[in-house]
């Protein structure tokens, strides 16, 4: 039997990911002052970020050398003596997670194998070394999120979520799980703590009311007024769960809540495609559909931004259509798209 299609590119995805998150875990609960900087979005972004980025790209280095890398961190701000001290704990926590260390100078260039402008042919990686940076800061959910595109597709995505507990009815239970998905092969969840996959499904519902929002935390990431008038149009009654990351894909993926939306804050903000090339493979996998606010494929070919989409709408595939048409009614009451 010949093997399944990707299974390289899986495996050391995997073992990546895996290892990445283990470093994540490491620091979470002791970053201290000088271990986080402000970027220039004002977004925030730590040693931990960095560290994961420089391993991430250390493991895809060695198994895939010409593949290109878009990942979301560069090394600028590491660099120079404003940079040192920063350099040298990420240059720590980074060796920290990799069997040959990095150099300070090979670290630099590791971390910046990520700035590839991405674009519509051949292949790249698309890393988000911490996804959820803010949930990261505060203890809460963040992800580790990694997909290889070929000419704008994603065809592998494997997020590690630290933070997520392996069963969601069980909070106080187990943390840690990844979750893995090869296009047209399924979507499967696994626990830091075992190897065995197992395969997972959004849930299934008979209606609407029935379902649960996923949202951000983060009010300035996602419009989350819009978004209660959209539950309450579709006659959804249960609280929004709320949580940082591709978390959220993962989270609906397995059946935990109903609908994932992303709206528009800004007229002018491109979402990031690192911030949804895995998540929406897993979500397509798992028997749901993945699409902008006005319905339309989210489409990766256009460089480091989903620059043609607005939003990200993501639900099972039976109620997605009622669920754009919620969406439309709200945020476009005069019919104009
Ligand atoms: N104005 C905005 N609208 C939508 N997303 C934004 C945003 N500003 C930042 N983000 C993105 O939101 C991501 C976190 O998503 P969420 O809100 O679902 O947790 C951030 O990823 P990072 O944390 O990797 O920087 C960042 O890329
Ligand atoms: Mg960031
Ligand atoms: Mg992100
Ligand atoms: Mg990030």
Redesign the pocket.
Known sequence: MSALAFAAERAVAIHAVLAASKVCQRVFTKLVNGETVTKK?K???TIA?YSAQAVVNTFLNSSFPSDPIVG?EDSKDLRGDAGRLMREKVLELANSGLDTPLTEQSILETIDRGTYGGGAKGRMWAL?????????LRGE??AV?LALIIDGQVQVGVMGCPNLPVDAKNQDGEKGCLFITVKGQGAFQRNFSSTTEVPISMSDIQSLTDASFC????S???NQSEAAKIAQLLGITKAPVR??????YCSISRGDAEVYL?L???AT?E??I??HASGSLLVAEAGGIVSDVYGRPLDFSHGRTLATNSGVVAAHAKIHAKVIEAVQKVLFPEGKL
């Not at 988000?128 to 990261?136: A, E, M, N, R, V």
């Not at 949580?243 to 959220?248: A, E, F, G």
Request: aromatic share 10%; glycine share 8%.
């Open positions: 979005d977004s925030p972004v970020d979301e988000d070394p911490i996804d959820g940076t803010k949930g990261f959910q963040f999120c949202e951000s935390v983060e300035g990431h996602s949580m940082d990351s591709q978390c959220k992303r528009p804050v800004s903000y979402e990031k690192w911030d």
